[in-house]
């Protein structure tokens, strides 16, 4: 039998592991050659592809969270009370085999729990820094399942992203396709109302029906899954 | 998967881009002026007079049906079953072919299939000797890999681009794994050996305590 | 610290190995060893630890590591025979990271030949993935990748991504931009297409 310590965080961060694995966003875009299709990859050999946008992050596990820092906390305690103790004693705990290898082993497991938390918090922002990128805003049903610093980071994310594009005067989330065409032949999937374009003016978007719309736009829409690209 | 652990690279499409700036040769069935475009200029078209541009200008043109394009002579057959016997006849090297052979090839195909034709050449023919030599090529870096037992260097020479590609992520991220093996083995001999110094220099202390605060 | 945030890292450091103690331990009897029924752990205490606080201690002289049972002498003479098929997975899933960083550790009995044993087995099996024939049946790749540890698995994934990526790019009529969300119902355009074309995989099963 193993010891328990830190088993709370582990399992957090396996569990982390293995839902953002089963959900994969595909091969990372404009990089990793000749990995990653652009046509949506394939996803790994073993994981799954992520089908349904409100997966692409679990919940963030509060309950967890707060027992692993409990952990934290008491191992701390343990810490001091043992200090405390033997400096009251008037006994140097360094010199002491038994007391300093307590105090060592409270002190790994706390900065263990510390590693676990950072990396579990460090893996999902990652998640959703690159969701943002491949597939657009997260989804309503995802943003439900952030803590509220990871709603405060996502919303930041946004802005300084938004500013930095109207300070650059491009769209850095679109064009990681070479152009072949300026114009794309797409089926709409997801009802859109009228949406204005350069070039061509007004469109009806509606569920089934094609039209040619200017690259960048239908490139977004398309990552974005609300038009399914036509090859020609 | 970690990513971008493996020094990253282009996709196959976005190589396939960088070949599309290749020249090649077209007969246009139009007439005109020089075209001064960005990046250079073309022309001037002269109906059924042989005329040098880049391949995406060029199936530009084939698209709107106003030229036809010659294949580049390397795809001639006689060249492409010599090149064939002389990769099957040396195990360890490979022929120097036109860096972007494959991409090029493959617009060729999908861009001006039916030209082939016109300039004498059998399309399923060239179709099946370039899949030949792509594969013959793959089974030698296969062998080569073989021999692979450490972080070491592999020769590649005359290797295109578009075969770099396709081994670049499995070949670095092998010869990354070789590296770690290394590095454990130095790691740990370092390591020994400032233990052992340590040791020599205090061995009356029976644990070495990290002060905490 | 690059390392620091590697989740592969952190959970290779989770595998467990024996250890007996140097040394008694206050107050965490039951902590370190559930079994021990004194407040302190006794000296001489056989634990289990996580590789991270194995690691640690025996830095520190507090504790003498062994060799996990699947690195025992035995089960590795077991191995070099037949390399190429033994589940590594079931052994341990970061067979090779925990094995190099077990390399790192002092007073660990048996684990002079411990490198070069690793890097043998990789070897190894490193051949026998890229011994290939033609592109394999879904089925025949699962089974395949249910064997290895996670180190090859990530070559392998790897490879096999490359091989389907370019595939799909020569097999390709036009670029097609389509979304990284997929749609339960559309139908994945790339199955059962893996028979009929004439192209190597960079590594096959």
Known sequence: MATDFARTATNLLKELKTHLEANDLGGSLGSVGGGSGYSGGDGGVLGGLLRDPGQALPQFKEEEVRRCLQEVAEHYESLVSILDAFRDQGVAWEGRPEVASSVLIHHQALLRNKRLLMAYQNMRLERVKAFRWKCGRLPRSTQEKLSSPEKDFVKRYEKMLAKYQKQAGVDLTVGFYPPSENMLKVRVVEDLGTMEFDYIGEADLQVGTVHLLPHEDAERLIIEGKLEHLAN | MREGGVASSLTNEELQYCAENETITIIPNFSTASLHLVNGEYGPFRAQNEATVPFWLASLLRKRNLCRVKPPEWMKSEALIAVLAEEKRSPNEWQELPHHYIEVAKLMFTAAEEDFAEFDMDVHEIRRLIDDIRLVRFDKIEKQFKQVTSAMTIRLTNFCAMELNLMRNFLLSSLDEYYKFSTAEESGDVQQQRQTQEMDEDESQDFQVRQLR | ?205
């Open chain 3, 1 to 205: 610290m690059a390392k620091y945030y590697d989740v592969d890292d952190i959970l290779a450091e989770e595998e467990t190995l024996p250890t007996v103690f140097n040394t008694s331990v206050y107050g965490l009897g039951r902590a370190l060893d559930p079994s021990c029924d004194s407040k302190d752990l006794p000296v001489g205490s056989n634990v289990n630890l996580p590789f991270w606080l194995a690691d640690f201690l025996s830095r520190r002289k507090m504790l003498k590591p062994h060799l996990p049972k699947f690195l025992k002498k035995k089960l590795r003479d077991e191995l070099q025979g037949e390399a190429e098929c033994v589940d590594l997975r079931d052994r341990c899933k970061f067979f090779y990271e925990l094995g190099r960083k077990l390399c790192t550790l002092q007073n660990l009995d048996g684990s002079e030949d411990l490198s070069a044993f690793l890097l043998n087995t990789f070897t190894s099996r490193f051949t026998g993935m890229l011994t290939t024939s033609h592109i394999c049946s879904n089925e025949k790749r699962q089974n395949y990748t249910k064997v290895l540890s996670n180190e090859e698995l990530e070559l392998f994934v790897r490879a096999q991504a490359s091989s389907k990526a370019f595939e799909k790019w020569i097999y390709s009529k036009g670029l097609k931009i389509s979304s990284r969300i997929k749609r339960n119902k559309r139908k994945r355009e790339w199955e059962g297409q893996e028979f009929r074309f004439r192209t190597r995989p960079v590594v096959s099963a």
